[in-house]
């Protein structure tokens, strides 16, 4: 029934202006303003994730995108240039190295905030 339909996934920040700048001029993906304030942000073949306003907005509790990179440390450097930090766990399982990756325990990943505090990560393409 709903294997030929184009789902997608959303979520919510509290600042859909701070939202489309972290989105488009600090990552670099291709972002529309569409009705009711709403972001559509392209994720690249064909996929792409709306970010909604919500007042009462609370950061999510888990991770709700992972970019998937070739090299984990060239993104962070990468990421760190443009202001975003990567080192956002103080726990040693989650914390990783000095520049938050953490290695060894499944695939090199570090994870980032955006402006709402929803938590992203880059971590190592298959």
């Known amino acids: 029934m709903l294997s030929k339909s184009a789902a997608f996934s959303?979520?919510?920040v509290n600042d859909i202006d701070a939202a489309r700048a972290?989105?488009?001029?600090?990552l670099g993906l291709t972002v529309e303003l569409g009705d009711m304030g709403?972001?559509?942000i392209a994720l690249g073949s064909g996929a792409h994730v709306i970010a909604y306003p919500k007042?009462?907005?609370e950061p999510a509790g888990f991770t709700i995108l992972n970019?998937?990179?070739?090299?984990?440390?060239?993104a962070v450097?990468?990421?760190?240039?443009?202001?975003?930090?990567?080192k956002i766990?103080?726990?040693p399982e989650f914390g990783g190295d000095?520049?938050?990756?953490?290695?060894g325990d499944g695939p090199d990943i570090a994870w980032f905030r955006d402006p709402a505090g929803n938590v992203l990560s880059v971590l190592k393409a298959d």
């Open 38 to 40: 709403i972001l559509d």
């Open 10 to 12: 959303g979520f919510a």
């Open 89 to 91: 766990y103080d726990d």
């Open 67 to 74: 970019f998937p990179v070739d090299d984990v440390e060239a």
């Open 98 to 103: 000095e520049k938050g990756i953490s290695r």
């Open 77 to 86: 450097d990468e990421l760190n240039a443009r202001g975003v930090v990567t």
């Open 55 to 57: 007042a009462d907005h």
């Open 22 to 26: 972290f989105y488009a001029d600090t």
